[in-house]
């Protein structure tokens, strides 16, 4: 039977990575198509990344229909389900996964879906093709909801964790236009990079994050089999730089010695970039990272309150974040940080705390959002008594969510206001007076 992997992110739809224009390959999908062909099932894919939902709709209409399987995460929501639904009508059997679709399976299965897959995908979506999508074997394949001959959802006990993630093939970067990828970045930025994970999981507990695939679970690849992945990477590639995505780069010390000195006994150096916590890094580690050739270290700082971090289960210190930078700007690798405003209790108290931590960190580059509630987290469920709902669910994402008597996104952008003008290279205190001002001015603006 016909198998189409895909996903529903498609680069000219989206106005903020247009002008940022740093697209990496799906790697998820990559990894299912590699493990699937290493286990004798062909697989066909569509990297709808360039691609559009028209192209991919001719595609579904051409051949025979078979199975299609769609990552789907929380922004794609729309095209996943125009893509479930067009590809219903076509005669396909459809399988959905990602970080999203199990937060929501009642909702996608009512869509169109056939099955939804529960967290790590190879095995599961292995175990449905060798059935032929047959469902009076869905009660036998772990880790997928569906909807029973009476109509009532059923979810099956979660598939195992891969507990070897050596033994599994690399993602399937050939079978997609990586040249694209790498021509995008060098036409935009003057360098190309590629990315690469050594390690799935996070085993920590911040309130509002998704473990939703992997769970609180962290394994890690041999560092000898990472690095045969960048030897090869550099053979195919050549990039000037490589992204290494993982939820926590630096979490075991004695890996990342181990991953060095593989590096260094096979000649290679290619500057990259990685996320860690502060309370992963130390001054070896620093070290480490810089004879790497690290180039920026992103931090997820959150708040400047620590009353705000204890809220979020953050398990770091506002004193570990501003070390972690200090021990980073020491050893001259950047570093970028990550804020958010607005989490539940938040007052104008922690949003100056926020400010204040900013301007001692002085990171080189930082982002700011305003929380949202991703359902399946303590987060969402500690707010969920006040989400009020604007759009239906097929039309919105967990982004669209209010939180009745939360303060007013004018008053978080405000917040972004006072952030940039207390960092600005020559602080205006004209600027920054105003800002303040019309900050305690909107205190008593809500939402809803």
């Not at 299609?68 to 922004?75: A, F, K």
């Not at 469902?135 to 979810?155: E, K, M, R």
């Not at 309150?305 to 001259?332: E, N, Y």
Request: net charge neutral; aromatic share 10%.
């Amino acid at each position: 039977m016909r198998t189409l992997l895909t996903h529903g992110y498609f680069l000219h739809e989206d106005p903020k990575e247009q002008a940022i224009m740093k697209p990496y390959a799906p790697l998820g999908l990559l990894y299912l198509s590699s493990h699937l062909r290493a286990r004798g099932l062909p697989v066909d894919l569509y990297d709808s990344t360039f691609g559009s939902l028209a192209e991919l709709f001719r595609l579904l209409e051409s051949g025979s229909p078979g199975v299609l399987g769609v990552y789907g995460n929380l922004l794609t929501r729309r095209n996943v389900l125009a893509i479930t639904t067009h590809a219903r009508a076509c005669g396909w059997k459809v399988i959905l996964g990602g970080p999203e679709p199990p937060n929501y399976p009642a909702e996608y299965l009512a869509a169109g879906a056939h099955v939804i897959v529960n967290g790590e995908g190879e095995l599961s979506l292995e175990h449905l093709l060798r059935t032929g999508m047959d469902p009076t074997y869905f009660p036998s394949v772990a880790g997928i909801s569906f909807l029973a001959p009476t109509g009532a959802l059923s979810q099956t006990p979660p598939a195992p964790l891969m507990p070897d993630l050596d033994a599994q093939p690399w993602p399937d970067r050939q079978r997609i236009d990586m040249k694209r990828y790498l021509e995008t970045w060098r036409t935009h930025h003057g360098a190309g990079s590629v990315s690469l994970i050594t390690a799935r999981g996070c085993p920590y507990h911040c309130a509002w994050c998704s473990h939703s695939v992997y769970g609180k679970s962290h394994r890690r690849r041999s560092p000898s089999n990472v690095v045969d992945e960048i030897a090869w990477i550099q053979e195919q590639y050549s990039p000037e730089m490589l992204w290494l995505a993982d939820d926590v780069f630096t979490i075991h010390p004695g890996w990342l010695r181990a991953y060095s000195s593989e590096m260094s006994r096979r000649g290679l150096r290619i500057p990259f970039e990685c996320i860690t916590r502060a309370d992963r890094l130390s001054p070896s580690v620093a070290e480490t990272l810089a004879s790497l050739g690290c180039f920026r270290v992103w931090i997820g700082s959150e708040s400047g309150s620590q009353r705000i971090l204890d809220s979020m289960q953050r398990g770091v210190t506002i004193a570990q974040v501003r070390s972690a930078v200090s021990l980073l700007k020491q050893r001259g690798i950047q570093t970028g940080m990550f804020l958010m405003w607005g989490y539940d209790g938040e007052q104008i108290c922690d949003i100056e705390a926020t400010v204040e931590h900013v301007k001692q960190c002085r990171p080189d580059v930082f982002f700011t959002t305003v929380s949202y509630p991703i359902k399946g987290t303590p987060y969402f469920d500690r707010v969920q008594p006040n989400l009020v709902t604007l759009r239906p669910w097929a039309e919105s994402t967990d982004r669209d969510f209010l939180i009745r008597g939360r303060h007013s996104r004018r008053f978080y952008a405000q917040a972004d206001e006072l952030l940039r003008s207390e960092t600005a290279p020559t602080p205006d205190p004209a600027r920054i007076a105003e800002a303040r001002r019309a900050l305690h001015e909107l205190h008593d603006e809500v939402e809803a």
